[in-house]
């Protein structure tokens, strides 16, 4: 099935720090890294239970979001958590494109 690009939010919006959108009735977290200015968006589904991420706290000091359910912690720019760097334990990420001043999201 091909993705379909949706307008998520502006370059300018995530300069403020992380940003909780809706897209297509889906909720994701975006996140643009201060470093080399790539733009992260993850699922709101932690692999541990698939709790509601993005109703998390955000720990932009230490680049980190924290999941409500049971405290599981994941890297802002990456997914990655320190229980283990695999894929299965990885906040899903949903591939993201900047055109001008728009960033985009490519889902199905």
């Not at 709790?51 to 997914?79: A, M, Q, R, S, T």
Request: hydrophobic letters at 35%; charged letters at 30%.
């Amino acid at each position: 099935m091909a993705r379909e690009k949706h307008l998520a939010t502006s370059v300018r919006d995530l300069a403020e720090g992380p940003q909780r959108v809706t897209v297509d009735d889906k909720k994701l977290l975006l996140y643009r890294s201060e470093d080399d200015e790539t733009v992260y968006a993850f699922r709101n589904v932690c692999p541990h239970q698939l709790g509601p991420v993005v109703e998390g706290k955000l720990d932009v000091e230490n680049k980190k979001v924290i999941c409500p359910w049971h405290g599981w912690e994941f890297d802002l720019e990456g997914g990655t958590n320190p229980f283990g760097g695999d894929l299965a334990k990885r906040l899903p990420q949903v591939e993201t494109v900047v055109e001008d001043e728009d960033v985009y999201v490519l889902m199905q």
